[in-house]
């Protein structure tokens, strides 16, 4: 078979592709499993995958706010569906990730060692207890890869970050979820179903996503004693800077028990950089070396991450915007007889105060308006559309569309 693979444009489609001077043309086929092969009595397979991965749906856990722009032709006015931080980064990062972009052409230093030196200092641990990834979601692949194995058993709460659910189907675990206590996760009952399964890894989300609730952390260490051996906490802190100080656990750094994510696409401002950290005990953060991408971290992720890290001022700055527009969400749903769930993070659950069918039609009608806005998977939390923390002017497209996207939900 040539290399002609690259002109086809249509999955399933039969595609004239002609082979060296003197042969004939032959049709092959791109068939829906990711198979090419040539078409009738010669067809062919050369892409053999795995049992596991033909079983597989070809999806991902989020649809990006750029592909629904291209299928609905419009961009969007307000972007406030992904929890991205509109605010930006500092622009000491900015700066330095320009600066960075001279020396591009150099692949990025494998082992982060200049930001895991400076995330040391400032979580207080030792370098080796530190692990630097294209941010959680990297992570979280990498971790899930150490440790799940086909039909291993993990657990997670129904309705929580998908990105990992997506890890553990794409290594064969199995998921076993646990409700939602109210609008949290509930992480007693998550050690109790990780007790009864055998489970490998829990996932924990501390403040949660997509409810914006938070565990105080000495109820963390006090769950921690009921964790069965042969048992990791995942304890995912995506948000933790915008937290309260009690959410956030002081758990001893080789504690064997659990190991944290935290990452720079949120407070930090840097999502479209891929870059977060781990942190842990020594043996465990030292297996990542066995799965990672050594080179999977760029220059000028690496350059920004850390001058964001060094200005605290601009973060604190950020993190008060944040609070303002928390309130601001909250008394625009006020204003339309609608019910802002508490948050520690930097979007805020709306309760549209009916069931997930009313709740997607809100979505809808604000997505029809050119609002972006998510909401969760899960009931009864689907009852609910998540908006992230915007400048006034999104706020205030939001505010325009949401009574119109009310009536019409109603209707």
Known sequence: MTPAARNIRHIGALLPLRHNAGHEAMCYRLARDGSLGLSGDMEKIYARYTTLVATLPASVP??????????????????LGANENIFGPAPRAVAAMQAAAHEIWMYADSESYDLRSALAAQIGCEMRNIVVGEGIDGLLGYLVRLLVEAGDAVVTSDGAYPTFNYHVAGFGGTLHKVPYAGDAEDLP?????????????IYFANPDNPMGSYTRGVDIIRALDALPEGCLLILDEAYAEFAPADALPDIAIEDPRVIRMRTFSKAYGMAGARIGYAFGATDMIRSFDKVRNHFGINRAAQAGALAALGDQGWLTQTCEKVSQARADISRIATENALTALPSATNFVAVDCGADGDFARR??????????????????????????????????????????????????
Request: aromatic share 6%; net charge positive.
């Open 362 to 411: 809100v979505l809808a009608g604000l997505v029809a308006r050119n609002i972006f806005v998510r909401m969760p998977f899960a009931a009864p939390q689907d009852r609910c559309i998540r908006v992230s923390c915007g400048r006034p002017e999104d706020l205030a497209a939001f505010a325009r569309a949401l009574p119109e996207a009310l009536a019409e939900a109603r209707r």
């Open 189 to 201: 009952a998550l050690i109790d179903k990780a007790a009864q399964v055998g489970a490998k890894l």
């Open 62 to 79: 989020f649809v990006g706010p750029e592909v629904q722009e291209r299928a609905r032709h419009a961009p969007f006015e307000a972007r």
